[in-house]
Structure formats: structure tokens, C-alpha cells
């Protein structure tokens, strides 16, 4: 639990408790849609460095 509560960056252990009761499906889908994020990120940034390279 504490583990958890650091990754989501919760000050209180009662803010990570009130979240624990989430089934698994849920927090899958959150996590997936965590994991899409990052990569569009990862991408969009690999996108404009190949940009900024062309223009060299």
C-alpha cells in the first residue's frame, strides 16, 4: 500500500485506501490508458526531434 501510495503521489494513506477498493478491471483500464498516454508522448516527441533534425 505504501508503494502505491508514493506512485500516485498521495500525501495521506487514507487517499490510497479510499481508491483501493477499485476492482482490477478498472484500475487495467486506468493503467492502459496511462501506458497510451506515455507512448503518444514518447511518440510525439520522436516526431519533433525528426523535425528539428530535417531542418539541420
Known amino acids: ?3 502505491l501510495q508514493k506512485l500516485l ?3 495521506s494513506p487514507l487517499m ?3 481508491y483501493a477498493h477499485l ?3 478498472a484500475l487495467k483500464r486506468a493503467s492502459d490508458l496511462a501506458g ?4 503518444e508522448a ?3 516527441m520522436d516526431k519533433a526531434a ?3 533534425n530535417l531542418g539541420s
Open 16 to 18: 490510497t485506501q479510499r
Open 50 to 52: 525528426e523535425v528539428v
Open 36 to 39: 497510451d498516454l506515455i507512448k
Open 1 to 3: 500500500m505504501y508503494t
Open 9 to 11: 503521489t498521495h500525501k
Open 42 to 44: 514518447i511518440t510525439g
Open 23 to 25: 476492482r482490477d478491471e
